[in-house]
C-alpha cells in the first residue's frame, strides 16, 4: 500500500510507524524471513493491519531498505567525485555490502529480486543501480577497472560477499573479501 498518496488517520499512521520499528527489529535478529505474525503481534496489532499497510513480506522488506537504499544512491552521486574511481567504488560497496549484511537473508533476497520486475524492490534496487552504474563507468573510462565487468555482475557479487562474511569470524571480514576481489577487478 502506498501511504503517501493518502494521508494515513493518526491511528493508522502509529500502526505504520510500530510495525516498521518491529519489522526492523526482527529481521536484524531473525533476518528478514522473520515471521510476519510476530512482527504484527509486538507491534500491537493483528495481522490484517500488517498485510492493509504491506500485502507482501517484500513490501514490508523494501520499506525497511529504502532508507538505506536512498542513501547508498546519494553516496555513490558523492563519491563520483572522488579522484579514485576505482577506490570509490570500493568505498561504496563497502557501504552497501555493510547494509547487505545488516539483515541474515538479505542477499539471497536481493539477488532474487534484481531480476523480478514484479518484486517491490526492483524499482529501488534498480535505482539504486543506475547510480552505481554511473560510478562503474567512471572506474572503466579511467583505465583501472576491468573493460568487461557489468554492473549486474558486480551487485551480484557484491550480495555473495554481503552473504560470505556473514560467516567470517572478525569485523574486518567483508573488507578483507573487498580487498581480494577488487584486486582481482583492476584493469592490468
Known sequence: ??????????????????????????????????????????????????????????ALVETVLREGFDAQAEAARDLLGSPEPVEALKAWFAGMGEQSARYRGLPELMVDVLNDETSPLYASCHAMRDQVSQLVERAKASGELRADVTVHELLVLLHALSWASEHLSGDKGLERLLDLVFAGLRAS
Open 1 to 58: 500500500m502506498d501511504t503517501e498518496k493518502k494521508p494515513l488517520r493518526a491511528d493508522a499512521r502509529r500502526n505504520y510507524e510500530r510495525l516498521l520499528e518491529e519489522a526492523r527489529r526482527a529481521f536484524a535478529a531473525n533476518g528478514v524471513e522473520a515471521s510476519l505474525e510476530e512482527i504484527a503481534r509486538r507491534a500491537g496489532v493483528g495481522i490484517g493491519t500488517l498485510y492493509r499497510h504491506f500485502p507482501t513480506r517484500e
